[in-house]
């Protein structure tokens, strides 16, 4: 998977070969808290293991549109039943993760330069 930090994209790789482009912008950050609340609560969920796949679906949902890519909950929902339940949360807490970081290293690689 190839991500962007300073965009906040990340390719997405589900099984067949299937890949989709992921953007958590600030418009779809708000969605998913729109849709599931906070999301730095919904981040230290994940980190402890407490979560619904439903939510999984919809992080991945709106991450995927973000990232400019028409699709349906039941496109994702399908791509999730053949990449199992721990690859498809792993996948959704790696975009949550995205949304998080501060960019740390990005900022330091420009100071070094």
Same mark, same amino acid.
Not at 13 to 25: H, L, T
Not at 37 to 42: R, V
Not at 52 to 72: C, F, H, P, S, Y
Not at 80 to 97: F, Q, S, Y
């Given at each position: 998977?190839?991500?962007?930090?300073?965009?906040?994209?990340? %390719?997405?790789?589900?099984?067949?070969? /299937?890949?989709?482009?992921?953007? $958590? @912008?600030?418009? /779809?950050? $708000?969605?998913?808290?729109? =849709?599931?609340? @906070?999301? $730095?609560?919904?981040?230290?969920?994940? @980190?402890?293991?407490? /979560?619904?796949?439903?939510?999984?679906?919809?992080?991945?949902?709106? +991450?995927?549109? &973000?990232?400019?890519? #028409? %699709?349906?909950? =039941? #496109?994702?929902?399908?791509?999730? #039943?053949?990449? &199992?339940?721990?690859? *498809?949360?792993? $996948? +959704? &807490?790696? %975009?949550?993760?995205? *949304?998080? =970081?501060? &960019?740390?290293? /990005? #900022?330091?690689?420009? =100071?070094?330069?």
């Amino acid at each position: 998977m190839s991500q962007n930090l300073i965009r906040a994209e990340k %390719v997405l790789n589900f099984p067949n070969n /299937v890949d989709y482009k992921a953007r $958590m @912008s600030l418009d /779809v950050v $708000m969605n998913i808290e729109n =849709s599931l609340g @906070s999301i $730095m609560k919904l981040a230290l969920r994940f @980190s402890e293991g407490d /979560v619904t796949q439903t939510e999984v679906m919809t992080i991945l949902t709106l +991450a995927i549109r &973000g990232g400019g890519n #028409d %699709v349906k909950n =039941s #496109d994702i929902k399908n791509l999730m #039943d053949e990449m &199992g339940i721990p690859e *498809a949360t792993k $996948m +959704a &807490g790696e %975009v949550l993760a995205i *949304a998080l =970081s501060t &960019g740390d290293k /990005v #900022d330091q690689k420009k =100071s070094e330069a």
